[in-house]
């Protein structure tokens, strides 16, 4: 093995290391570069200068609008009482018996609705709280269910989502957020449905094993408390902000009327989303994307980001619309909301920039070529090159995007040459950028459980089966479809 393969190999598991003990990937991935630099032999301030910042550059000023569009409907979202009305909406709707249902759905529901993960990891957790302990549903499958929402079918899958995971493809491969759409509904469908029979398995073995929501965690043992998110259960008026330290926080009624309106922003994205890619884009005349100054490029690869974009904008005027009184304070948070883009955005470009640094190397061409000899199926070699980088970084968006970087336009070459659809391109890489990016260390899990009160050790073996090896189920569902039927 050459000094540069093991130079890649050190910094990644350097990498994965930092990230896991909570350190910012901001700072470690640069670090974690520059190891791998310095065991290549290659020029350390001109590739940090020339590769790092340029590549993450890129994906910051593609992606930009996205981030912050999603931030401040989060924002707005959780401030409004919306996401928490929706969420309670559906847990009136089906019952506390259904606890884990419940909260899979919610979760699922307010990520395809373009809400971000952190906000609805700490708008679902208080009402699954409430929900597990009227079931009596032990507390330690709480994250995976929340997960089994937020970190799998309805990122990748769901055809439509105004997740990142789902627009990242379409620069790539020409196509729009809906690519594939039967086929990526059938693939949600398989991983909805083998998480929830995992779940109301575990369920019944641990109730069976005597465990319970009232026993008491490992850092309850420890004397510690979670990650506080906002008290939901707090007795608000409809029109009346009131302030959890510096946030203000509003209600919905509770009732079929409240949880509508509260559903509406969510819908409002995903219409908006199908209008502009259906109807408004293509009726429009981009003839001057042609012209350098628009940087000579085709619609196709920007109409993704236009849609999302502009469904996010109209659902937040909606959101302000809806409650005038409100005014001052939500113009407030939209200051705030942008500020929550920064750390994702940033974060995100950051092993971006890392894995640009990585692809550089010349050592690289070896585990690329290995990656591409792994199959001769396009579908195959760009679902395990997605999947594997994914896993790396710990980030889905992330090894996404490097991968594309490295291997995208091979893999669409490939693709043509064999005959497979784009859309199916599409979908595959997008859902398996969603399975082995939840590996331990990455920092949407660790967060989760951070808020739930839960440790590695009590939550992670169910959180890992739920986005990790069932999302491999959706991965193959929709392999085998798209190579017998193509793209529908």
């Known amino acids: 093995m050459s000094l540069g393969l093991v130079g890649i190999f050190v910094s990644l598991a350097l990498l994965i290391f930092l990230a896991y003990r909570g350190h910012s990937v901001i700072a470690i991935a640069p670090i974690a570069a520059m190891v791998a630099l310095l065991f290549s032999g290659a020029p350390l301030l001109a590739s940090y200068t020339q590769i790092f910042m340029p590549a993450l550059a890129n994906f910051i000023g593609s992606y930009f609008p996205l981030f912050l569009t999603g931030a401040i409907f989060g924002r707005l979202m959780s401030v409004s009482g919306y996401a928490e009305g929706f969420a309670k909406w559906i847990s009136r709707l089906l019952g506390p018996k259904q606890a ?33 302990r009227e079931a009596d549903i032990p507390r330690r499958l709480m994250p995976a269910a929340i997960a089994a929402g937020f970190l799998t079918f309805a990122l990748g899958a769901l055809p439509g989502s105004p997740q990142v995971h789902n627009t990242i493809p379409t620069r790539f491969f020409g196509t729009t957020t809906f690519a594939a759409p039967i086929i ?4 949600a469908v398989v991983v909805f449905g083998l998480s ?37 259960e707090d007795e608000l008026r409809e029109d009346e902000g009131v302030h959890h330290g510096d946030v203000p926080h509003y209600t919905v009624p509770e009732t079929t009327l409240g949880g509508l309106l509260s559903i509406l922003p ?70 705030e909301g942008a ?36 199959a001769d199926s396009a579908l195959v070699t ?98 085998v479809l798209g190579t017998l039927f193509g793209a529908f």
């Open 184 to 187: 990526g509904l059938i693939a």
């Open 196 to 232: 929830m029979l995992y779940l109301t398995w575990r369920e019944r073995k641990l109730k069976a094993a005597g465990e319970s929501f009232s026993d008491p965690t490992e850092m309850e043992r420890r004397g510690e408390t979670p990650l506080a998110p906002v008290d939901v």
């Open 339 to 374: 500020k929550n883009a920064v750390l994702p955005i940033f974060t995100t470009a950051s092993e971006v920039g890392y894995g640009a640094i990585i692809a550089s190397l010349a050592a690289f061409a070896v585990i690329r070529d290995n990656l591409f000899g792994i």
């Open 266 to 335: 969510v819908a409002i994205v995903v219409a908006g989303n199908a209008l502009m890619t259906y109807a408004i884009i293509p009726a429009m005349n981009t003839s001057y994307l042609a012209e350098a100054k628009y940087g000579n490029i085709e619609v196709a690869k920007v109409a993704g980001i236009w849609a999302v974009t502009v469904a996010m904008l109209v659902a937040i005027l909606f959101i302000i619309a809806m409650r005038p009184r409100a005014f001052t304070t939500y113009v407030k948070q939209l200051s």
């Open 382 to 479: 760009s679902a395990m090159s997605t999947a594997v980088i994914s896993g790396v970084t710990g980030s889905a968006s992330g090894g996404m995007t490097i991968a594309l970087n490295a291997f995208g336009e091979d893999l669409a070459a490939l693709a043509q040459s064999q005959g497979i659809d784009m859309e199916v391109m599409h979908r595959i890489t997008s859902m398996a950028s969603t399975s082995f990016d939840s590996l331990p260390h990455n920092g949407a899990v660790i967060t989760l459980l951070l808020v739930t009160g839960l440790t590695h050790r009590e939550s992670y073996k169910d959180v890992g089966v739920i986005t990790v090896i069932i999302p491999l189920a959706g991965v193959i569902t929709i392999g």
């Open 100 to 132: 884990i249902l419940v909260t899979v759905l919610a979760s699922a529901l307010l990520t395809y609705g373009g809400v971000s993960a952190w906000v609805v990891v700490f708008t679902v957790f208080p009402i699954a709280t409430s929900l597990f």
